[in-house]
């Protein structure tokens, strides 16, 4: 069985690492079109005075209750290497009126549910805190599909909750406008919570009880210790070990299929690979161009899928140079505050591994949908000064920095993202043996697009099993669950 996999970065590494590991005989090649492995995995590790900085440039973190990533770490032998963020400065801020005020305590699923920490909160008007207590009223709406992640919390929680408190948190996931971003694609429980408890924050709170702790940590987020590149280079050691082919540097232009049924790939240097099965894990809008020959409806809905560009930039301190001690995870910025960047975080604080003593590590990241940002580093550098020095106060030349841009990097599930899923899934019906991953469809996070992987690789082994035309594609998309 030959399988191509286009798209280096975790949903393709994924995909192949779980096709290696659960299709016999299979004959695995991974095709990347730019010259290192991870895609939006980047992690620098800057030596400095006989230690290191670890900067990452694109995710910093996975989140824990999702298990694919912990699973796939577990399984590479990474388990006893992640770190869980700091439980000593677990503050995290939001900017309010150009001054940082405390998240209330007690948010479960990022839904308030600590009503004296919530009346103590600066936050919210004493008018937004009543509108607030509402919730636990007001009856669920009755309306029957989807609406905006903005409509929903508003209508539940008001307005001013939603732009001081809610939006930042949700909204910032996907550098996103929560007022285009679809709830039924981002936070589906959200909606069960209001139908099955009639309030958020009750439901909230049930949701917890109910959780259960990560596996091996109690910290909702875990990295590796030298960054989240380490989980890359694991999957790439095992891949190679195992005599998948990788190819760095090749660029796929398109995906045919011949009457025989082989899938044709051709790259941009005109050579063309034959396969019996191909996974697509490139960005929705690079896996668009590729099938345009083969099926222009899917790559019209592919193409459909609208990504937001960011950029984050990380600039190291002398602790001593800092004119307020960096006593938590960061802040995050409303869309509200009007300013260019997003949030903030302090990452020495969150993971003090990653820089050396006497040393702070902070991280600014630029851009939200709908927003234009510089796309230079000087220019990109010199916006996340000014931030810290408006925010933080800090007027110190740093010792250090490091600027990624990050072009159409962060896909927005907007209002009609389900239909387009729909859309998505049936056509590949029409197309046996192949199967899409990656972040465009059901999860941005790095667990989800690690699952996206994985049932990718079953959908393909599916196929490989019936091997007839007649085959019966999973009834969703390579079979993901919207998990968010
Ligand atoms: C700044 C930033 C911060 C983030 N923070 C977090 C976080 O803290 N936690 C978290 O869980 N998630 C975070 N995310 C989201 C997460 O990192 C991404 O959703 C995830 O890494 C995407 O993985 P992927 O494999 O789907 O896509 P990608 O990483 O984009 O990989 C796709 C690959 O396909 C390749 N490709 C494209 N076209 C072709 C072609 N024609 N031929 C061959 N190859 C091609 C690309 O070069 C790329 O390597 C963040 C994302 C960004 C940008």
Not at 287 to 314: C, F, G, H, M, R
Request: glycine share 8%.
């Amino acid at each position: 069985m030959k399988l191509i996999i286009i798209g280096g970065g975790i949903a393709g590494l994924s995909a192949a690492y779980y096709a290696s590991k659960n299709i016999p005989d299979a004959h695995i090649t991974v095709i990347e079109s730019s010259d290192r492995w991870g895609g939006k995995i980047i992690t620098n590790r800057v030596a400095f005075n006989d230690d290191l900085f670890i900067i990452e440039g694109g995710p910093d973190t996975f989140l824990a209750a999702k298990p694919w990533g912990v699973t796939l770490c577990k399984e590479l032998g990474l388990g006893e290497r992640l770190h869980g963020t700091n439980p000593y400065q677990k503050n995290t801020y939001v900017l309010h009126r150009n001054r940082l005020r405390p998240l209330p305590d007690g948010l479960a699923m990022m839904i308030p549910t600590n009503i004296p920490a919530i009346l103590k909160s600066r936050l919210v008007s004493w008018f937004g805190k009543a509108r607030m207590g509402l919730d636990f009223l007001l009856p669920p709406h009755t309306l029957n599909g989807d609406e905006s992640l903005g409509t929903f919390v508003s209508r539940r929680l008001g307005r001013e909750a939603y732009e001081n408190l809610i939006e930042p948190l949700m909204s910032g996931i996907y550098a996103g406008d929560g007022d285009a971003l679809s709830l039924a694609s981002t936070f589906p429980y959200l909606r069960d919570l209001e139908l099955k408890y009639g309030s958020l924050a009750r439901g909230a709170l049930e949701m917890r009880k109910k959780m259960p702790a990560a596996p091996g940590s109690r910290s909702a987020f875990l990295t590796p210790t030298t960054g989240l590149a380490e989980i890359v280079e694991s999957l790439v050691g095992y891949l190679e070990s195992h005599g998948t082919v990788l190819r760095l540097n090749a660029s796929v232009q398109t995906l045919t299929r011949s009457n025989d049924k082989t899938w044709h790939v051709t790259l941009e240097n005109g050579e063309t690979l034959t396969a019996d099965s191909v996974i697509l894990a490139t960005p929705a809008f690079a896996a668009a161009k590729i099938v345009s020959a083969l099926d222009p409806q899917l790559a019209a809905d592919l193409q459909a899928v609208p990504y937001a560009s960011t950029a984050t930039v990380s600039l190291a301190y002398r602790q001593s140079d800092l004119p307020r001690p960096l006593d938590g995870y960061g802040y995050v910025i409303p869309r509200r505050e009007g300013r260019k960047a997003l949030a903030c975080t302090w990452t020495s604080t969150k993971f003090p591994h990653r820089a050396p003593d006497g040393y702070a590590l902070i991280r600014v990241f630029v851009g939200r949908a709908g927003q234009d940002i510089p796309w230079n580093e000087s220019d990109l550098l010199a916006l996340a000064r000014e931030e810290l020095q408006l925010t933080l106060g800090i007027t110190a030349e740093p010792v250090m920095s490091r600027a990624f841009m990050w072009d159409k990097a962060m896909p927005q599930y907007n209002l009609g993202h389900p239909e387009l899923l729909r859309r998505i899934d049936a056509a590949l019906e029409n197309h046996p043996g192949l199967a899409l991953a990656g972040n465009g469809y059901r999860g941005i996070g790095i667990p989800d697009c690690i699952h996206s992987g994985e049932l990718a690789a079953e959908r393909v082994l599916r196929f490989t099993r019936s091997n007839v035309e007649t085959f019966q594609p999973a009834n969703q998309i390579s079979g993901v669950k919207h998990e968010n």
